[in-house]
């Protein structure tokens, strides 16, 4: 419970009401009164019911899909509480969309990823708070302080509970990173739950589209843990997991991944994929009536309401890590 008096605000868009009321709930603090809806034509509009004049204001809101639609929200509740005089605006963004669009792939391609850095500066945010953004150098293209979370101690404590260490032999298990890019991160997890690590070698033909390649590592016999930072169509994660079994021979395969965007064929690819657990944390919602029973969600609310009593309080945020 925050001991700062009552000087701090918290407000929400549509992205995802329910991670916002428990951040709420987590912190002792009622959700500020504001209505945000959309026009006939689709245009956004943000009412604010009560005074931010001068107060430490938090705006949680997922880019995720639709994700224009969420992004135009959360640009317009800034503007909104700039104009009412809040004394400084946080940007809660669990999951940061358009964190793909991180360089330049071929000629003449944006990088959007710094557009919506620019965008989310200019219309008045003073501070950014996310989790696991696809790159971590998307950092540096903000111009403004940047707290950025990491999902893997959730999921350490996840498996060290479900596989823990004097039960099963974790010579037994390996981590997998699912591509080179995400070799960093799944070391570090894997240096945490105390197991080894492979590598799935992909060659991706064109987007949303791979070709698995090869394995990398020993992983026959052996029970994997895929790990990325994003689900998206989950056409890698499973190509990965069917791989990981027919080439290199694994016993059997999880998955996690923080942000579960599952668009398109996911769910399906999902349920007929060898993959037989997929976790992922709710910075983005799950459909209510989720068609796979094989995913699972994990409650990271908890982590943001402790760095936003934190930043509210003026301390370091290290002990979250």
Same mark, same amino acid.
């Given at each position: 419970?925050?001991?700062?008096?009552?000087?701090?605000?918290?407000?929400?868009?549509?992205?995802?009401?329910?991670?916002?009321?428990?951040?709420?709930?987590?912190?002792?603090?009622?959700?500020?009164?504001?209505?945000?809806?959309?026009?006939?034509?689709?245009?956004?509009?943000?009412?604010?019911?009560?005074?931010?004049?001068?107060?430490?204001?938090?705006?949680?809101?997922?880019?995720?899909?639709?994700?224009?639609?969420?992004?135009?929200?959360?640009?317009?509740?800034?503007?909104?509480?700039?104009?009412?005089?809040?004394?400084?605006?946080?940007?809660?963004?669990?999951?940061?969309?358009?964190?793909?669009?991180?360089?330049?792939?071929?000629?003449?391609?944006?990088?959007?990823?710094?557009?919506?850095?620019?965008?989310?500066?200019?219309?008045?945010?003073?501070?950014?708070?996310?989790?696991?953004?696809?790159?971590?150098?998307?950092?540096?293209?903000?111009?403004?302080?940047?707290?950025?979370?990491?999902?893997?101690?959730?999921?350490?404590?996840?498996?060290?509970?479900?596989?823990?260490?004097?039960?099963?032999?974790?010579?037994?298990?390996?981590?997998?990173?699912?591509?080179?890019?995400?070799?960093?991160?799944?070391r570090a997890f894997a240096a945490k739950v105390?197991?080894?690590?492979?590598?799935? &070698? *992909?060659?991706? #033909?064109?987007?949303?589209?791979?070709?698995?390649?090869?394995? $990398?590592?020993?992983?026959? /016999?052996? @029970?994997?843990?895929?790990?990325?930072?994003?689900?998206?169509?989950?056409?890698?994660?499973?190509?990965?997991?069917?791989?990981?079994?027919?080439?290199?021979?694994?016993?059997?395969?999880?998955?996690?991944?923080?942000?579960?965007?599952?668009?398109?064929?996911?769910?399906?690819?999902?349920?007929?994929?060898?993959?037989?657990?997929?976790?992922?944390?709710?910075?983005?919602?799950?459909?209510?009536?989720?068609?796979? &029973? *094989?995913?699972? #969600?994990?409650?990271?609310?908890?982590?943001?309401?402790?760095? $936003?009593?934190?930043?509210? /309080?003026? @301390?370091?945020?290290?002990?979250?890590?």
């Open positions: 419970m925050i001991a700062y008096g009552d000087n701090i605000k918290i407000f929400c868009g549509n992205s995802n009401p329910s991670f916002a009321q428990t951040v709420c709930k987590e912190l002792g603090l009622a959700m500020g009164q504001g209505v945000v809806q959309t026009f006939a034509d689709g245009e956004v509009s943000v009412s604010l019911n009560e005074t931010v004049r001068g107060a430490d204001v938090f705006l949680i809101q997922s880019t995720c899909k639709p994700v224009n639609n969420n992004l135009m929200e959360l640009l317009v509740m800034i503007d909104a509480c700039r104009r009412a005089s809040a004394g400084r605006i946080t940007a809660v963004i669990p999951y940061f969309g358009y964190a793909r669009q991180d360089r330049k792939a071929k000629s003449r391609d944006p990088i959007s990823a710094k557009l919506v850095a620019n965008m989310l500066t200019a219309a008045g945010a003073d501070r950014v708070l996310t989790m696991d953004l696809h790159a971590a150098q998307i950092q540096g293209f903000f111009d403004i302080p940047v707290d950025h979370l990491l999902g893997n101690p959730t999921f350490v404590k996840y498996y060290l509970g479900k596989f823990p260490e004097n039960v099963y032999n974790h010579d037994d298990f390996v981590v997998v990173s699912p591509d080179v890019g995400s070799v960093a991160r799944a105390h197991m080894g690590l492979a590598i799935v &070698d *992909k060659r991706r #033909q064109k987007a949303n589209e791979c070709e698995v390649m090869n394995v $990398i590592g020993d992983v026959k /016999g052996k @029970t994997c843990i895929l790990f990325d930072d994003m689900v998206d169509t989950a056409g890698s994660l499973c190509n990965a997991a069917n791989a990981l079994v027919q080439i290199g021979g694994a016993k059997e395969v999880y998955a996690c991944a923080t942000h579960g965007v599952l668009s398109g064929p996911a769910f399906d690819r999902i349920n007929k994929s060898t993959i037989k657990e997929l976790i992922v944390h709710n910075t983005i919602p799950l459909p209510e009536d989720c068609p796979s &029973d *094989k995913i699972k #969600q994990l409650d990271v609310a908890p982590i943001f309401a402790r760095a $936003i009593a934190h930043i509210h /309080g003026g @301390t370091s945020i290290a002990d979250l890590f």
